[in-house]
């Protein structure tokens, strides 16, 4: 009662103000916020907290489609990395304690 009383009262109104086509929710504007925080550049940390998901991956079993393939970005990357001689020991993350 409460939530059709909003959608037909409030919401509508809103809407109309606001330019946005009539029949779009709540959970359109959520998602349209979702996909512009992403397109720009946001982690899946940041955009799950935003979203106030429970978890990250909560927010990629959603969302993932729309990060950016970057398979140019991680070859970059490795070729950067490898464009002086490589990485030397010191430069070498370790997975042991020290």
Same mark, same amino acid.
């Given at each position: 009662m409460v939530y059709t009383h909003f959608m037909d009262g409030s919401w509508r109104?809103?809407?109309?103000?606001a330019g946005i086509s009539k *029949?779009? *929710?709540? =959970?359109?504007? @959520?998602h =349209? /916020?979702?996909? $512009?925080?992403?397109? =720009? %550049?946001?982690s899946v940390k940041t955009v799950s907290e @935003? $979203? %106030?998901?429970?978890?990250?991956?909560?927010?990629?079993?959603? /969302?993932? =489609? $729309?990060?950016?393939d970057s398979e140019e970005r991680t070859r970059a990357a490795v070729d950067k990395a490898y464009a002086d001689g490589g990485p030397h020991q010191g430069d070498l993350p370790t997975t042991e304690a020290a």
């Open positions: 109104t809103a809407c109309e103000k *029949g779009t *929710g709540p =959970h359109a504007l @959520r =349209h /916020y979702a996909s $512009l925080l992403i397109k =720009h %550049g946001e @935003r $979203l %106030g998901h429970t978890n990250a991956a909560m927010t990629l079993n959603i /969302y993932t =489609h $729309l990060w950016p």
